[in-house]
T-cell receptor, first 118, second 115 residues
């Protein structure tokens, strides 16, 4: 079974600064996907970024980027130029790839609560 | 807006009762997933349907059941409710196999309170 660990329950960052959220996972699979989801106070789950395990290049989405280290099973999220609207719970998630057999469920970490301070 | 809709937004009921949560996936998505988010258990996968058929089962109690209908909407039925069933229930959907399908998009959730 896969497990996802987020070792930082809470973090804070000053507005306009950079912050990195950590995530490690354990799996024996070779083909999988990793995701970061954001859950603001509205409780909506919003996709932030995704990474395919077969890709060496780290994914980026505007101010959000990841550092994917496959051998170390590490998948950290970097938020640059932090904004007040980035205040949220951030979940790291793992999904096994099933190829043509369809998708599989997500396995989530416990989350990191990020506060952006003005 | 993810394109996934869930009704109702809030549900308050008593122990021992039965409720039905409804989910409409994004247009064209064949897979529907149900997740439960509680304070002590985090986000837990309950069950997955693909084009009307059950595809995977997670930590779903026997008191809970689900189905996916021909129009691809899904319902999660929770019966003999207990206080511990109070949680936020999410539905997510993802697309056809063989295309850009590996991402699950979440609905706004149904907050269930059992009194």
């Amino acid at each position: 079974a896969q497990t996802v660990t987020q070792s930082q329950p809470e973090m804070s960052v000053q507005e306009a600064e950079t912050v990195t959220l950590s995530c490690t996972y354990d799996t024996s699979e070779n083909n999988y996907y990793l995701f970061w989801y954001k859950q603001p106070p509205s409780r909506q789950m919003i996709l932030v970024i995704r990474q395919e395990a077969y890709k060496q290049q780290n994914a980026t989405e505007n101010r959000f980027s990841v550092n994917f280290q496959k051998a170390a099973k590490s998948f950290s999220l970097k938020i640059s130029d932090s904004q007040l609207g980035d205040t949220a719970m951030y979940f790291c998630a793992f999904m096994k790839a099933r190829g043509n057999s369809g998708n599989t469920p997500l396995v989530f970490g416990k989350g990191t609560r990020l506060s952006v301070i003005a | 807006d993810s394109g996934v809709t869930q009704t109702p937004k809030h549900l308050i009921t008593a122990t021992g009762q039965r409720v039905t949560l409804r989910c409409s996936p994004r247009s064209g998505d064949l897979s529907v997933y149900w997740y439960q988010q509680s304070l002590d258990q985090g986000l837990q996968f309950l069950i997955q349907y693909y084009n009307g058929e059950e595809r995977a089962k997670g930590n779903i109690l026997e008191r809970f059941s689900a189905q996916q209908f021909p129009d691809l909407h899904s319902e999660l039925n929770l019966s003999s409710l207990e206080l511990g069933d109070s949680a936020l229930y999410f539905c997510a959907s993802s697309g056809l196999q063989g295309t850009y399908t590996d991402t699950q998009y979440f609905g706004p959730g149904t907050r269930l309170t059992v009194l």
